[in-house]
């Protein structure tokens, strides 16, 4: 069975950095896109930050400059280092991925259970 677990998360005052780490277990063939989301209460949830299998990034305009994605393919794990942070930056970050399993090799996406993020002014 597959599964993302996110960890990192936690308070810090603005200004501040933290970084969070989505770690994909199972039985995984292959890892393509995953991508970081938050949703603030009573908000949508919105992509903060996506990375392709080949390292390619793309970032909401909210983060750029200020939050950095990462994977390293080898431990089927992905980072978001978030610098400067802001309280509108608060909310519950998602992890989520497209991977494929060796139990029949059908491409899936997956979320993780979340991981709050508190910024204190």
């Known amino acids: 069975q597959v599964q993302l677990v996110e960890s990192g998360g936690g308070l810090v005052q603005a200004g501040g950095s933290l970084r969070l780490s989505c770690a994909a277990s199972?039985?995984?063939?292959?890892?393509?896109?995953m991508g970081w989301y938050r949703q603030a209460p009573g908000k949508q949830r919105d992509l903060v930050a996506e990375i392709e299998a080949d390292g390619t990034t793309n970032y909401s305009d909210y983060v750029k400059g200020r939050f950095t994605i990462s994977r390293d393919n080898a431990k089927n794990t992905m980072y978001l280092q978030m610098n400067s942070l802001r309280p509108d930056d608060t909310a519950v970050y998602y992890c989520n991925a497209d991977i494929m399993a060796y139990m029949d090799y059908v491409l899936r996406n997956y979320w993780g259970q979340g991981t709050q993020v508190t910024v204190s002014s």
């Open positions: 199972g039985t995984i063939f292959g890892l393509n896109a």
